[in-house]
T-cell receptor, first 116, second 113 residues
Framework: GAVVSQHPSRVICKSGTSVKIECRSL??????MFWYRQFPKQSLMLMATSNEGSKATYEQGVEKDKFLINHASLTLSTLTVTSAHPEDSSFYIC????????????FGNGTRLTVT | GENVEQHPSTLSVQEGDSAVIKCTYSDSASNYFPWYKQELGKRPQLIIDIRSNVGEKKDQRIAVTLNKTAKHFSLHITETQPEDSAVYFCAASIYNQGGKLIFGQGTELSVKP
């Protein structure tokens, strides 16, 4: 079963509004989570590393003021797309790994964001 | 930072044939190399992974080889079946960094019956 839960799975919003996406680790504590974005027929591009209790680390070219990341607990990271525009329409997906085990990375099911 | 290059971008094979996808990476510190299969609109599914202390790993019809010196690794699928059709991604990471993966560009594999 899924060990990383992501919600919502789909969201449609109007330009200028903000959208929050949640990523939860269900049976382990994740001090670090990762947010990726995937445009149609393209690869997964790392946006940022979410660190519990501290600021996220953003990859080059990703606007930290537009993509707000909050990792306030060991099981929840949120990504808020602020002032969304049609070009932000994409598949957003989070991932995390249980640091206490030798398990591989777990991905959430992803969120399909459509900005109209 | 790490950069992963993947080839080919598309691959079409006949059912029963083998398929090979190749990736190169740039950061010699990378020590974990997973391969993912992604179907349309779904999350990537891990199909096999290899760590830098191993040169080859096999799981039924799927195998991965790693050449640390040349910084390249390959996915081999034998006896391909139509259900193998999907997009495949390679990735690289430094494992003890908690799972920060850098992905290749992806290969769209089509297996024709």
């Amino acid at each position: 079963g899924a060990v990383v839960s992501q919600h919502p799975s789909r969201v449609i919003c109007k330009s200028g509004t903000s959208v929050k996406i949640e990523c939860r680790s269900l049976d382990f504590q994740a001090t670090t989570m990762f947010w990726y974005r995937q445009f149609p027929k393209q690869s997964l591009m790392l946006m940022a590393t979410s660190n519990e209790g501290s600021k996220a680390t953003y990859e080059q070219g990703v606007e930290k003021d537009k993509f707000l990341i909050n990792h306030a607990s060991l099981t929840l990271s949120t990504l808020t797309v602020t002032s969304a525009h049609p070009e932000d329409s994409s598949f957003y997906i989070c991932s995390a790994r249980d640091p206490q085990s030798n398990s591989p990375l777990h991905f959430g099911n992803g969120t399909r964001l459509t900005v109209t | 930072g790490e950069n992963v290059e993947q080839h080919p971008s598309t691959l079409s094979v006949q059912e029963g044939d083998s398929a090979v996808i190749k990736c190169t990476y740039s950061d010699s510190a990378s020590n974990y190399f997973p391969w993912y299969k992604q179907e349309l609109g779904k999350r990537p599914q891990l199909i096999i992974d290899i760590r830098s202390n191993v040169g080859e790993k096999k799981d039924q019809r799927i195998a991965v080889t790693l050449n640390k010196t040349a910084k390249h690794f390959s996915l081999h699928i034998t006896e391909t079946q139509p259900e193998d059709s999907a997009v495949y991604f390679c990735a690289a990471s430094i494992y003890n960094q908690g799972g920060k993966l850098i992905f290749g560009q992806g290969t769209e594999l089509s297996v024709k019956p």
